[in-house]
């Protein structure tokens, strides 16, 4: 008896935002580093940084997607695995 098989992706979009203040100017890898240190919890607070070079990241929320893609693909017994298409 064959059998199918099937591949079933789906993406959305979710938007994450952060209030960032710092006492000197930020390269764009520790505004990120100092976001990904941020609890995901609305209004969390998060405080850091050495005498001068504090820092204060607030989470502020998150915003879902309401929409995303699927695809859908059937695939051999020979051949399970397949790249996404896109990044993620």
């Known amino acids: 008896m064959n059998k199918y098989k ?4 789906e993406s ?11 006492d000197i100017k930020l390269t764009d890898d520790e505004v990120r580093e100092i976001a990904q240190g941020c ?3 609305d209004n969390y607070t998060y405080l850091g ?7 204060k990241s607030t ?7 309401d929409g995303c893609s699927t695809y859908v693909e059937k695939v051999s ?12």
């Open 6 to 9: 099937y591949i079933y992706e």
């Open 59 to 65: 989470f502020l929320g998150t915003d879902y997607g």
């Open 77 to 88: 017994n020979e051949w399970l695995y397949k790249k996404r298409l896109w990044n993620v």
């Open 49 to 55: 940084g050495k005498k001068g070079k504090r820092f």
């Open 12 to 22: 959305s979009v979710d938007v994450r935002a952060f209030n960032i203040e710092s």
């Open 39 to 41: 609890t995901l919890v």
